[in-house]
């Protein structure tokens, strides 16, 4: 069933079925599991969340950049239902099926590089990076893997080492895996002795703690996400993220980029990386690539991924044929509707409100960034002090929430308010999704 591609508010938000369901949830559901917005789902289709209680809203979120070809994407309907009336499953380590090695091969048609390529699909993004990381550890024999400040990689044992931010991540959750050495990030919106020297510094920072810390012979890999994703959607500064590689390259270290949040598309590029020439050694990709499937995969240098033994990589559900089949339908609609091109006429779209939003409160947002549909304001109480303003970005996430307009907050600080519309939502959407989030902010930041 296709859903109307208009906000329409039946109720308050949220609505009484959605309020109804949320106590079912608090008794049955561990309180662990957060919710950024009560509202129970229903229906979903584009850009457009139709929950329990009729309300449509725009969603600004795409689920955490997942749903990059709209939610209930025709083509992935249509190939999901033909896959789960064929067969669910096997388990592609006992008897395997094409579409596993199809994807396989899309990745390597699509990743950044020409060099022979090989992947391995999983369920999730902090499964692909453990992998990424185990590959890079057996390939080289050594231990040390560099990440980064402000960097996010997941939730089990290893990716809450990886992780940067101990709430609501690590907090309580140690101990952690051994090995993880941390480089502070080119972030150049706060780099202490300015923007111009955030690129050559921070660079000189990380070969030092590489040396000095590590030993370039211990270090496995180095692990970093293009542009940054929960850590409040970092760019990092231009040539930064080349020197990283390069030094890799030249000390026999592991590169690794885990794209699975800026991956197909998101970004305007397939990849991030492309964006500054980067071949990275190893790349980890989830989210995005399946239409809203659980399915991730590590891609790369055919003799690093190959220098595993027999029976080293898998997992019971790992390239799943429903899954497989959604991320075929998903990334030939991103081709047929040059979704990165899209994304980049979203950016600009956004961009331009997004300026004059600034010059406007030009005491409140810090800093605008990203790329493609991967954009985000920091929030600030004012620009001499930079102090992160989490409170403001929590008041405008409510303010667009009451209105109809599902948006996520993110950073080390809390204080980013981070822009993931689908891919596939149409200029109209965009702009009325831009004035809502307009009049929360003019709302907010008088009363915050
Ligand atoms: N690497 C770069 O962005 C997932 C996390 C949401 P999984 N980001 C959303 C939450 O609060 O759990 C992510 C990411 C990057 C790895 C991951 C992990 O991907 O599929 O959530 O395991």
Not at 85 to 107: G, I, S
Not at 139 to 154: I, M, Q, S
Not at 225 to 248: M, R, S, T
Not at 259 to 282: H, I, K, N, S, Y
């Amino acid at each position: 069933m296709t859903v109307e591609q208009r906000r329409i508010l039946a109720t308050e938000i949220p609505g009484p079925r959605s309020q109804a369901l949320h106590a079912r949830k608090t008794a049955a559901v561990s309180a662990g599991i957060g919710t950024t917005l009560p509202v129970y789902v229903e229906r979903a289709g584009g850009g457009i969340l139709v929950d329990v209680d009729g309300n449509h809203l725009i969603d600004f979120g795409s689920g955490i950049a997942v749903t990059t070809v709209g939610n209930a994407a025709p083509r992935v309907v249509e190939a999901v239902t033909a896959q789960v009336a064929d067969f669910t499953h096997t388990c592609f380590m006992v008897t395997p099926y094409e579409e596993y090695v199809a994807v396989c091969e899309k990745l390597a048609d699509l990743t950044p590089g020409d060099h022979e390529k090989r992947s391995a699909l999983f369920n999730s993004g902090a499964e692909a990076v453990e992998n990424a990381v185990k590959v890079a550890r057996h390939h080289t024999g050594r231990d040390a893997v560099v990440v980064f400040d402000h960097a996010y990689h997941g939730r089990t044992n290893l990716t809450m080492a990886l992780t940067a931010k101990n709430m609501p991540y690590k907090h309580r959750f140690g101990p952690f895996a051994g090995e993880v050495y941390r480089a502070p990030m080119a972030y150049p919106y706060r780099w202490p002795t300015g923007p111009e020297n955030c690129a050559e510094e921070a660079y000189a920072a990380f070969v030092d703690l590489v040396h000095s810390q590590v030993g370039e012979e211990n270090c496995a890999a180095v692990l970093i996400e293009p542009i940054q994703g929960e850590g409040g959607f970092i760019e990092p500064a231009p040539g930064f993220l080349a020197k990283v590689a390069d030094f890799c390259r030249e000390h026999g270290i592991v590169f690794i980029a885990d794209e699975v949040q800026t991956g197909f598309a998101r970004t305007g590029d397939w990849f991030a990386c492309d964006a500054e020439g980067v071949v990275p050694d190893l790349i980890t990709t989830a989210k995005g690539m399946a239409g809203g499937l659980p399915l991730a995969a590590v891609t790369g240098r055919a003799e690093i991924m190959d220098s595993v033994h027999v029976g080293g990589l898998g997992g019971t559900y790992g390239g799943n044929p429903v899954a497989c089949v959604a991320a075929l339908a998903a990334i030939e609609t991103m081709e047929a509707q040059d979704l990165p091109g899209r994304a980049k006429q979203i950016e600009a779209i956004f961009r331009e409100r997004l300026d004059a939003l600034a010059a406007r409160h030009p005491e409140r947002v810090g800093d605008i960034r990203g790329r493609g549909a991967m954009l985000a304001v920091e929030l600030v109480t004012d620009s001499t002090s930079k102090t992160p303003d989490a409170a403001l970005a929590g008041a405008v996430h409510r303010a667009c929430a009451a209105a109809g307009l599902v948006t996520l907050t993110c950073g080390t600080y809390g204080n980013v308010f981070r822009f993931l519309p689908p891919l596939a939502m149409g200029d109209t959407l965009v702009s009325e999704g831009l004035d809502l989030f307009e009049a929360a902010f003019e709302e907010a930041v008088n009363d915050v």
